[in-house]
């Protein structure tokens, strides 16, 4: 069985940063591209970042690029998101998704507050 | 990076068919056969979506057959057919870009009568 667990929200100050981890079992993790997605409060879907399998490769929202840098280590078989130069705006649950036919798989989210 | 259009709310009876469309450019929907839609019960912290149509018209196993998906243009469709109060749900597309990047719809919340 899948499972992919998210770690690291938490509240934080604008301006500040935050590191989110996403722990994968249950298939090859090395095989797979894998997303961040975030929710809003009460709010919809927005795709974050992407990284494929090996790390070589990565993708951002034009929201955050600049600002967040994802990573993956194969050997923990962990995804990450650093999320630097955290804005209000950036509050949410961020999700890690695993990426085969479509969004296959999805963490319970981990949530993200940033304020003062 | 807009946001995929879908009609904010949409509702049905049981035993009714219901068809969501997810509109984009031919960038995102109308360049790729990359379309995906999920279905989320509940919009608060700890509901995870659920894939429930990708490539446009394929069924994940373990996915009811009332689900289906279609694509003409730049506009994407889910349908459920035989609507039961458990389809009551949140769903979103989502589209790959010409950017490399992925794009979500606004999301549609369906009301079972």
């Known amino acids: 069985e899948v499972q992919l667990v998210e770690s690291g929200g938490g509240l934080v100050q604008p301006g500040g940063s935050l590191r989110l981890s996403c722990a994968a079992s249950?298939?090859?993790?090395?095989?797979?591209?894998m997303h961040w997605v975030r929710q809003a409060p009460g709010k919809g879907l927005v795709w974050v970042s992407r990284i494929n399998s090996d790390g070589s490769t990565t993708n951002y929202a034009d929201s955050v690029k600049g600002r967040f840098t994802i990573s993956r280590d194969n050997a923990k078989n962990t995804l990450y998101l650093q999320m630097n130069s955290l804005r209000a705006e950036d509050t949410a649950v961020y999700y890690c998704?695993?990426?085969?036919?479509?969004?296959?798989?999805w963490g319970q989210g981990t949530l993200v507050t940033v304020s003062s | 990076q807009s946001a995929l259009t879908q009609p904010a709310s949409m509702s049905g009876s049981p035993g009714q068919s219901i068809t969501i469309s997810c509109t984009g450019t031919s960038s995102d929907v109308g360049g790729y056969n990359y379309v995906s839609w999920y279905q989320q019960h509940q919009q608060h912290p700890g509901k995870a979506p659920k894939l429930v149509i990708y490539e446009v018209t394929n069924r994940p196993s373990g996915v009811s057959y009332r689900f289906s998906g279609s694509k003409s243009g730049n506009t994407a469709s889910l349908t459920i057919s035989g609507l039961q109060a458990e389809d009551e749900a949140d769903y979103y597309c989502s589209s790959y870009t010409s950017s490399s990047t992925w794009v979500f719809g606004g999301g549609t919340k369906l009301t079972v009568l």
């Open positions: 249950g298939f090859t993790f090395s095989s797979n591209w």
């Open positions: 998704a695993r990426a085969y036919r479509g969004f296959d798989d």
